[in-house]
T-cell receptor
Framework: GQQLNQSPQSMFIQEGEDVSMNCTSSSIFNTWLWYKQDPGEGPVLLIA?????ELTSNGRLTAQFGITRKDSFLNISASIPSDVGIYFC?????????????????FGSGTQLTVLP | DVKVTQSSRYLVKRTGEKVFLECVQDMDHENMFWYRQDPGLGLRLIYFSYDVKMKEKGDIPEGYSVSREKKERFSLILESASTNQTSMYLCASRRSNTYEQYFGPGTRLTVT
């Protein structure tokens, strides 16, 4: 099945620094999503990407759909303490399978972000 | 805004008990999902539903069942809870023509 590798697994940064994280897939994806999960809460959708090369911003967050269709990147500029949390990528790729599972998302393992004052 | 609510934030049950986790969404979404989230294992799909009374198994359906009698409500049932079902349970929903899933706040279930 489709697999997603998300890196880094964790990051410790100083407040004010920029952050970059990425996801790569073993196959071509046609949708990339980025979520943030605060401790003890459910994931919240940050950005959705649907076209190769697409660059989309949401405040200080910018995400890109890689041109190879096998990767995506999330950047956070000028980090602040409330950026702390786990960031997940999720994607959906083409599949020849007609089963229901082929229509579901594949999730990355998450990047744990810690912002130090 | 999409709102997905889950009946309990925290739940403690005993081994062998029947457990019901309820999820409600208010955006008329066709599709609903149940995941469990465990450290080091990420999000794993238990069951999903494309429409009322329709359900399909996800990656780890063993020990679980689901019910979707109304479009806005999707229930996860643990017929006989076991300690290895201690986990964070997340419900999500989406429109059928998009892949954007919206999650509830989660239910932290502990089985003792």
């Amino acid at each position: 099945g489709q697999q997603l590798n998300q890196s880094p697994q964790s990051m410790f940064i100083q407040e004010g620094e920029d952050v970059s994280m990425n996801c790569t897939s073993s196959s071509i994806f046609n949708t990339w999503l980025w979520y943030k999960q605060d401790p003890g809460e459910g994931p919240v959708l940050l950005i959705a990407l649907y076209k190769a090369g697409e660059l989309t911003s949401n405040g200080r967050l910018t995400a890109q759909f890689g041109i190879t269709r096998k990767d995506s990147f999330l950047n956070i500029s000028a980090s602040i303490p409330s950026d702390v949390g786990i960031y997940f990528c999720a994607g959906h790729g083409r599949s020849n399978s007609s089963s229901g599972s082929a229509r579901q998302l594949t999730f990355g393992s998450g990047t744990q972000l810690t912002v130090l004052p | 805004d999409v709102k997905v609510t889950q009946s309990s934030r925290y739940l403690v049950k005993r081994t062998g008990e029947k457990v019901f986790l309820e999820c409600v969404q208010d955006m008329d979404h066709e599709n609903m999902f149940w995941y469990r989230q465990d450290p080091g294992l990420g999000l794993r799909l238990i069951y999903f539903s494309y429409d009322v009374k329709m359900k399909e198994k996800g990656d780890i359906p063993e020990g679980y069942s689901v019910s979707r009698e109304k479009k806005e409500r999707f229930s996860l049932i643990l017929e006989s809870a076991s300690t290895n079902q201690t986990s964070m349970y997340l419900c999500a929903s989406r429109r059928s023509n998009t892949y954007e899933q919206y999650f509830g706040p989660g239910t932290r279930l502990t089985v003792t």
